[in-house]
């Protein structure tokens, strides 16, 4: 039988969800035969893995202790958007009032519910075929893995089993509780103070949405800036975007301890310039730090190799040490987003079923991976920063406009934002490109699409683009670069060729 799970708080939303992800009722097949592949967990790399192998004839067996659609639908991707979606529209409608915060969370828990029907073990087993084993998963010895007492064979077998959410070592942080990614979506009511800790992808979409449906928002983060590992002017668009927003940011400081003072939750901190601060809050959200799951699946026994912090270790096929058994997402790729774990469960199938020797095999370095931060603006990046082309020694043509040149952009009262492509040095070969905009994360694709298809930056200028959308920063971008093209000799004899014509 199925481990019995809640999803806080319990209205129909939840009951629905829980329904089609781990439904109360849920029988486990009995095992017949050995599996072609045995899939550890039903995030989206082990969905996409079951789901592809079982289209093309396999007999595939996925395991999940918890809710099926992993951090994505259940605590990151799905609700993380609808709630900012919510805080957007508060956020334009402030002239008529507080936002509704409880609003927004159940509208995000309807939303999550609804599209929880495309991750549900009924749809995997009816629709696909694949065999929905709800249960622990233990790797028992060469070839086999158990689930609460239920031996299944294998002939190979793909670890997909996650991360979770984990706190910074900050004394008394445990005592005084917190929520993190996981917890969050359970709020009904809005905390009049949060504090956040960590400033990167996660935690910026959180603070900027918090405080857009009401709530006053201090944010602490150890480096001098916010998003550290964007590009410095994409990263500081943003940043300016929150202090207006009335975000409090304490950078470049470090977290001495929590206490708990009755309701209160009391940070001290200190830093460099200010010296020691002493603030209190009704709620902590870490948004800090992921540890992958590895721990209790037995990898010591079937000789997989991984490290609590970094992961399953995999090679660029994503084979473990054990050859018969595969690693994707985020319990082995150093890309934590869904879209990587669905390109790696792709690569897992191709490697692990229908390669034969190095016949047919796939590389996750061959991947092309964009990725965005959904803040407002949005920021977008694909392919190489100006830091990791350096570090490589290719020298760089960097063409950046503001996003303002598009008069889309200037029309929608968005004009916060940037286009950064970077191409090979006398070249109009694109290797990289960042665009901070109200929509970068739809943006980027066309430039994603650039990189793999080694399509010049100069095409861009060939290209029609509805007017007016905000696509047309991407097609100023590449007017910089063409006008490069046009050196005084070529002038002249332009000049010269239509005082012919005349």
């Known amino acids: 039988m199925p481990h019995p799970v809640q999803v806080l708080p319990l209205d129909a939303h939840n009951a629905a969800l829980v329904a089609n992800v781990h439904p109360p009722d849920w029988k486990n097949p009995t095992p017949d035969g050995r599996y072609n592949l045995v899939v550890i967990g039903a995030g989206t790399a082990g969905l996409i893995t079951s789901l592809v192998a079982a289209s093309l004839g396999a007999k595939v067996a996925l395991i999940e202790r918890h809710l099926m659609g ?64 709800f249960g622990d998963a233990r ?123 009755g309701a209160e939750k009391i940070v001290h ?19 800090a730090g992921r540890a992958p799951n590895v721990e209790g699946m037995g990898l010591e026994t079937v000789g997989v190799k991984f490290d609590v912090r970094d992961g399953i270790q995999v090679d660029d096929f994503l084979r473990t040490t054990n050859p018969r058994i595969y690693a994707a997402g985020d319990c082995a790729m150093a890309w934590k987003f869904t879209h990587a774990a669905d390109a790696a469960a792709k690569i897992v199938v191709q490697n692990a079923l229908f390669s034969f020797g190095p016949l047919g095999k796939k590389r996750l370095s061959q991947l092309t991976m964009p990725w965005c931060t959904y803040t407002d603006p949005e920021i ?32 929608d009262g968005q004009e916060e934002g940037l286009v950064k492509i970077h191409v090979k040095q006398g070249t109009a070969e694109i290797v990289g490109a960042t665009v ?13 699409l650039a990189i793999t298809q080694k399509i010049p930056l100069g095409a861009f200028t060939n290209v029609i683009f509805p007017y007016p959308t905000q696509g047309e920063a991407i097609k100023a971008a590449a007017g910089l670069y063409t ?20």
């Open 436 to 448: 901070v905009a109200a929509h970068a994360g739809d943006l980027i694709t066309q430039l994603t």
């Open 139 to 261: 790797f028992t010895g060469p070839g086999r893995v158990d689930v609460d007492g239920t031996a299944l064979e294998f002939a190979k077998a793909v670890i997909a089993s996650g991360a979770r959410a984990s706190a910074p070592p900050i004394p008394g942080l445990t005592e005084a509780g917190y929520l993190d990614n996981e917890t969050v979506f359970t709020l009904t009511e809005r905390p009049r103070r949060l504090a956040v800790i960590g400033a990167g992808p996660i935690g910026c979409e959180l603070v900027q949405a918090f405080r857009r449906l009401g709530s006053e928002v201090t944010v602490f983060e150890v480096a001098p800036q916010i998003l550290i590992r964007e590009d410095p002017d994409a990263a500081a668009i943003v940043q300016e975007a929150f202090v207006r927003e009335g975000i409090e940011l304490v950078l470049g400081c470090t977290l001495q301890r929590v206490e708990r003072r």
């Open 70 to 133: 992993g951090d994505c639908l259940n605590v990151g991707c799905v609700p993380s958007k609808a709630v900012i979606r919510s805080a957007h529209l508060a956020h334009d409608a402030l002239r008529f009032g507080a936002p509704d915060f409880g609003a927004a969370m159940e509208r995000m828990r309807e939303i999550r519910a609804r599209i929880s029907h495309d991750d549900s073990a009924k749809r995997y087993r009816e629709e696909f075929g694949v065999e929905i084993f």
């Open 483 to 502: 006008r490069t093209r046009l050196t005084p000799g070529v002038k002249r004899l332009f000049t010269a060729l239509m005082r012919l014509r005349r």
């Open 269 to 287: 901190v200190s830093c460099p310039k200010a010296g020691a601060r002493t603030l209190a809050f009704d709620e902590i959200l870490v948004g």
């Open 380 to 411: 977008a990046h694909v392919g190489l920063y100006e830091r990791d082309a350096k570090a490589r020694g290719i020298e760089l043509d960097t063409y950046q406009v503001p996003i303002a040149r598009a008069n889309r952009a200037v029309t």
